[in-house]
């Protein structure tokens, strides 16, 4: 048999932290996860995510980075681009960067 809450008072919706927002967003859109399934465990709907995703996108603490290769030179490790978009900026760091130079990159541009 399923578990039923029960809402009294005034106030019928949760509240959610921006901690458990951003642990259930990193969680859902992490390689192999399924939204749907992240979603079902949190007990909120998928829409849910993707907005808090979006709403997370535009705060200072959270960017999207991505890998890639850089055309014609395709193969190579050295090849290896990180790619920041933090709003309307964007960023390209060569793939072999610290994590602690991409980390002061972002800090200095969050704080302009």
């Given at each position: 048999?399923?578990?039923?809450?029960?809402?009294?008072?005034?106030?019928?919706?949760?509240?959610?932290?921006?901690?458990?927002?951003?642990?259930?967003?990193?969680?859902?859109?992490?390689?192999?996860?399924?939204?749907?399934?992240?979603?079902?465990?949190?007990?909120v709907r998928p829409s849910q995510l993707y907005r808090w995703r979006r709403e997370l996108r535009h705060s200072a603490g959270f960017a999207e980075v991505l890998v890639t290769q850089l055309p014609g030179i395709a193969g190579t490790a050295s090849a290896a681009v990180i790619e920041i978009s933090l709003g309307d900026m964007q960023i390209r760091l060569p793939g072999t960067a610290s994590p602690d130079l991409a980390a002061a990159i972002l800090s200095a541009l969050v704080r302009r």
């Open positions: 048999m399923g578990q039923v809450d029960i809402l009294t008072g005034i106030e019928r919706r949760r509240h959610w932290r921006a901690e458990e927002k951003q642990a259930l967003v990193a969680a859902a859109f992490a390689p192999g996860a399924v939204v749907a399934d992240v979603a079902q465990q949190a007990d």
